[in-house]
């Protein structure tokens, strides 16, 4: 089983729409969550970090449930420019080691 | 400006060759990392420098050879490039030691290697 789980998609949702992405890890002294956004051909970029209490962050919000050891990525109202590889990273508690998820394709269409 | 820039952008080069990628970033951070992404776009660490000195060494064939001269460089020797090398590289850093605390990555732009 890998240290965490994503599922690979592709979402192909009209533009406006709402879409969620979950992803599990399987390493419970996970410290850190994160979602990186990785565009066709280029680097991955942090979107934002997942706090215990849940944030927002525009039409963004992530959750994080330890019990389950799963992260969740909400996007309200879809842009085109949404379109993207979305990135669930863990970090380990002890090292600087991030592992990360193999990525959901996001297809937003008009 | 670039905060983290690695060079070549692309490689192309035959079986058996040796090469070279460098990584430099101006952020101050103090760590920086090699990752290889495959053809299924599985991003995975290769090795990580923390001032200069190795804290990550993933299951990497020794064909594999970081070099950090500095804590603002990390560049990647690879002896005898094998067909199964092909992917793309990307060098990141970030600040791991003191504030701020989670600091996120910054990666390079990534080198597509080819080995043909």
């Known amino acids: 089983r890998k240290e965490v789980e994503q599922d690979p998609g592709p979402f192909n949702v009209p533009e406006g729409a709402t879409v969620a992405f979950n992803c599990t890890y399987s390493?419970?002294?996970?410290?850190?969550f994160f979602w990186y956004r990785q565009d066709c051909r280029k680097e991955p970029k942090l979107l934002m970090s997942?706090?215990?209490s849940g944030n927002e962050d525009g039409r963004f919000t992530a959750q994080l449930n330890r019990a389950s050891q799963y992260i969740s990525l909400l996007i309200r109202d879809s842009k085109l420019s949404d379109s993207a590889t979305y990135l669930c990273v863990v970090k380990r508690e002890y090292g600087n080691k991030l592992v990360f998820g193999a990525g959901t394709i996001l297809r937003v269409k008009s | 400006d670039t905060a983290v820039s690695q060079t070549p952008k692309y490689l192309v080069t035959q079986m058996g060759n040796d090469k070279s990628i460098k990584c430099e970033q101006n952020l101050g951070h103090d760590t920086m990392y090699w990752y290889k992404q495959d053809s299924k776009k599985f991003l995975k660490i290769m090795f990580s420098y923390n001032n200069k000195e190795l804290i990550i060494n993933e299951t990497v064939p020794n064909r594999f050879s970081p070099k950090s001269p500095d804590k603002a460089h990390l560049n990647l020797h690879i002896n005898s490039l094998e067909l199964g090398d092909s992917a793309v590289y990307f060098c990141a850093s970030s600040q791991e030691r003191g504030p701020p605390n989670n600091s996120p990555l910054h990666f390079g732009n990534g080198t597509r290697l080819t080995v043909t």
């Open positions: 997942v706090y215990s």
């Open positions: 390493n419970s002294a996970s410290q850190s």
